[in-house]
T-cell receptor, first 113, second 112 residues
Framework: AQSVTQLDSQVPVFEEAPVELRCNYSSSVSVYLFWYVQYPNQGLQLLLKYLSGSTLVESINGFEAEFNKSQTSFHLRKPSVHISDTAEYFCAVSDTGFQKLVFGTGTRLLVSP | SAVISQKPSRDICQRGTSLTIQCQVDSQVTMMFWYRQQPGQSLTLIATANQGSEATYESGFVIDKFPISRPNLTFSTLTVSNMSPEDSSIYLC?????????FGPGTRLTVL
């Protein structure tokens, strides 16, 4: 069965600093990878996804993630964070298409001035 | 995209009672999913609900504890039965109509 590891439970950063949230998954023949974001007191929203093709995927708000098959990783990065990026970020994987998702334990990103 | 609503948004219940959570989607979907998010933890899939058939439960979840109904292609219910404080969680339903899984706002359940 698939599993997802998010190594950092909490990542504090200062505004405008770069950030990387790490995600590793257990190996599989083919996987689909997702990052979801949960802002305080809000529901889960899809941030970005890797389905196939280019290993670098981007979101509309400046985040990007790179699929690395040899390292079974899908780390999330942003070159300059804003206060509004403060949220919980969940990495998820599916090896059955877009149906059953296995989530990591989440990383809380805390951006301070 | 898909817009999902859940009722109730939150509830406080006494142990030993049951609560039924409703999930409504604004479009027809084949499968609906129920997840649990325990305090400070990640999401765990409870079951997958197909219209017209029995729900498929994940390891650690059983139908007697979490009965699910799926009467049509836009609606599903999850019942949390004989509740204990350990059932205090956020329960979310989701759908994946096309290359993306959408989540409802969740039902925050507190069991005293």
């Amino acid at each position: 069965a698939q599993s997802v590891t998010q190594l950092d439970s909490q990542v504090p950063v200062f505004e405008e600093a770069p950030v990387e949230l790490r995600c590793n998954y257990s190996s599989s023949v083919s996987v689909y990878l997702f990052w979801y974001v949960q802002y305080p007191n809000q529901g889960l929203q899809l941030l970005l996804k890797y389905l196939s093709g280019s290993t670098l995927v981007e979101s509309i708000n400046g985040f990007e993630a790179e699929f690395n098959k040899s390292q079974t990783s899908f780390h999330l990065r942003k070159p300059s964070v804003h206060i509004s990026d403060t949220a919980e970020y969940f990495c998820a994987v599916s090896d059955t298409g877009f149906q059953k998702l296995v989530f990591g334990t989440g990383t809380r990103l805390l951006v301070s001035p | 995209s898909a817009v999902i609503s859940q009722k109730p948004s939150r509830d406080i219940c006494q142990r030993g009672t049951s609560l039924t959570i409703q999930c409504q989607v604004d479009s027809q979907v084949t499968m609906m999913f129920w997840y649990r998010q325990q305090p400070g933890q990640s999401l765990t899939l409870i079951a997958t609900a197909n219209q017209g058939s029995e729900a498929t439960y994940e390891s650690g979840f059983v139908i007697d504890k979490f009965p699910i109904s799926r009467p049509n292609l836009t609606f599903s219910t999850l019942t949390v039965s004989n509740m204990s404080p350990e059932d205090s969680s956020i329960y979310l339903c989701s759908v994946a109509p096309r290359f993306e899984q959408f989540f409802g706002p969740g039902t925050r359940l507190t069991v005293l």
